[in-house]
């Protein structure tokens, strides 16, 4: 049973970063995309970024471009969303989202089949 599990999420001052993890545990071919979205509270769901497969291809929210970066460790199934320069509006639950056999990476949330629980971050301004 595939399974994803976010860390890395916490309580930062605007203009701080943070590191998240999402660890995929369940299936061991690596091929497969992962997006990372945010919901801020009273929202809903937003895209944020996503990575192909083979870490080739990556996208982001225009919101998030040159501030966060999305990479992965395939050997460690780990894909990462690093984000730097962190604004009060960025304040949110992120989830990493998966989707085995593809090639692309969608910003679509109802594109992906797996998502984990989500990890809580809160920027202070």
């Known amino acids: 049973q595939v399974q994803l599990v976010e860390s890395g999420g916490g309580q930062v001052q605007a203009g701080g970063s943070l590191r998240l993890s999402c660890v995929a545990s369940g299936r061991t071919d690596s091929s497969y995309a992962v997006g990372w979205f945010r919901q801020p509270p009273g929202t809903e769901r937003e895209f944020v970024a996503s990575v192909t497969g083979n870490g080739g291809s990556t996208y982001y929210a225009d919101s998030v471009k040159g501030r966060f970066t999305i990479s992965r460790e395939n050997a460690k199934n780990t894909v990462y969303l690093q984000m730097n320069n962190l604004r009060f509006e960025d304040t949110g639950v992120y989830y990493c989202?998966?989707?085995?056999?593809?090639?692309?990476?969608?910003?679509?949330?109802?594109?992906?089949?797996?998502w984990g629980q989500g990890t809580q971050v809160t920027v202070s301004s």
């Open positions: 989202a998966a989707k085995w056999g593809v090639v692309a990476a969608y910003r679509t949330r109802t594109w992906y089949d797996y």
